[in-house]
């Protein structure tokens, strides 16, 4: 008797001794996992598994890779997560107005 | 005065119409994003936003594409979304088992 669970991995850099298969309709699975990689030791990667969706974290990252990254991935579905600088209107000075974000800078205008 | 607020994009195919800047230790940014575009009006990028991550969701991709963009991402910090199956064993049946993932389908063995 078998089930199918979704799990998502550790997020951490080095995602190195793997290889996939599939494609398509099919989904990309992973192929085989090298024994003592960190693909196997810190991802927990195991051969079979379905890979659903990869999130790249920035940080870090070099201009030119983080382009080829954006490129490759133009076609299918993608999410951001994006950090925006907002200007807070005076209504934010007003007792009744609501706002729930964390203040976290200042800045003089 | 201005504040900082993260934010998630929609999850959608298509992210096109907008160009980077930056890289390193500075953070990858938002340089310039097309009016009219699927950059501009399905994900909302906004000209300063700062890149954090991005999430590829690997329904339906080539296998060419996937490869690469695991290579690009590889140096980097990522996080992976899977789907396994697992062999359900004997005890599951005990009354004492706890099992909190959904049992989705059921194979003979």
Known sequence: ET???????????GASGFSVKGGGN???FIKK??????ASKIFSLREGDQLLSATIFFDNIKYEDALK??????P????FSLKRKIVVQE???HPTAQYKKERISQ???
Chains 1, 2 share one sequence.
């Open 3 to 13: 089930m199918e669970v979704t799990l998502k991995t550790e997020a951490e850099a």
């Open 26 to 28: 099919e989904g990309i």
């Open 33 to 38: 996992v090298l024994k003592e990689s960190p």
């Open 69 to 74: 990254i954006l490129q490759y991935s133009e």
């Open 76 to 79: 299918y579905r993608v999410q």
């Open 91 to 93: 209504e934010i000075e």
């Open 107 to 109: 800045v003089d205008i």
